[in-house]
């Protein structure tokens, strides 16, 4: 079995200290770790991946007397970085960090995608989870979840939406809202949140759905705006900001 961390998008950091070793049998004769564990990540640099683990990996390298080298490849919707985790060797030296849309969803959309995550893949921990949420440009001008999908059902094949990657929780997060609004929007989809979020500054993209870690510095910048949060319950990070349900969206709404 090859080694996987699972990243759903709240920090579980003792989990993940107690995990890697435990799932490491293929360590032969040396203590596991005795050398920098690489950690690839299956978007591209800076992804929300990226930055929630960098937060989280400091205490863990102090416990384990290791360093995390951190790994982005980028390409065919988190295939590559995630084909390449499957042909290292099996020693707990090489680590995926994904959202649990690659192996749930992902393999799904491809005949051949590389890799059979029950087959391939030993998830060793779920190391967050947050709410997806829907956020416009600052050139869209509905200030509102209704106004919005009022202004794409007046206009459709004029707003995009965009996502880190085809099969992620915010592209069927759009597909859904699109399906809402008589499938008027336009989807393209990115390698990654961070090529997703320029896109969106550009006005390429109007409409995206992804978590508040990757666009934060937009919102409080002015230049994104969120219109409603995927969740039970509004956020404390941003108070203002209604459910989905709240919005007038009860079907859209996540756990």
């Known amino acids: 079995m090859k080694h996987g961390i699972r990243l759903e998008l709240a920090a579980l950091m003792?989990?993940?200290?107690?995990?890697?070793?435990i799932q490491s049998p293929?360590?032969?004769?040396?203590e596991w770790p005795s050398r920098p564990i690489r950690v690839v990540i299956p978007f591209a640099a800076g992804s929300?991946?990226?930055?929630?683990?960098?937060?989280?990996?400091?205490p863990v390298e102090a416990k384990l007397g290791q360093r995390f080298l951190v790994d982005s490849?980028?390409?065919?919707?988190?295939?590559i970085g995630t084909s390449e985790v499957v042909r290292a060797a099996n020693d707990g030296y090489t680590l995926l960090l994904a959202p649990t849309a690659n192996f749930a969803v992902v393999p799904h959309l491809y005949k051949n995608p590389g890799y059979d995550p029950l087959k391939d893949l030993d998830p060793i921990s779920l190391l967050a989870d947050a709410p997806l949420m829907a956020v416009v440009g600052s050139q869209v001008p509905a200030r509102t979840l209704k106004e919005f999908a009022d202004y794409v059902r007046a206009?459709?094949?004029?707003?995009?939406y965009g996502s880190p990657?085809?099969?992620s929780p915010a592209h069927l997060a759009g597909a859904f809202f699109s399906q809402m609004t008589g499938n008027a929007l336009v989807y393209i989809p990115y390698k990654g949140t961070p090529p997703m979020i320029q896109a969106m500054?550009?006005?390429d993209v109007q409409v995206a759905f992804p978590t508040l870690t990757g666009v934060i510095s937009n919102v409080k910048a002015g230049k994104l705006r969120i219109l409603a949060v995927m969740s039970k319950q509004r956020l404390p990070e941003?108070?203002?900001v209604p459910t989905t349900a709240e919005a007038g969206f009860p079907q859209f709404t996540g756990g």
């Open 238 to 240: 941003i108070p203002d």
């Open 165 to 167: 990657g085809t099969g």
């Open 48 to 58: 929300v991946s990226e930055a929630i683990f960098r937060v989280m990996s400091p």
């Open 14 to 21: 003792a989990a993940l200290a107690l995990a890697l070793p």
């Open 201 to 203: 500054l550009a006005g």
């Open 26 to 30: 293929s360590a032969q004769a040396q």
């Open 155 to 160: 206009n459709p094949g004029k707003y995009n």
């Open 73 to 79: 490849k980028p390409g065919a919707d988190g295939n």
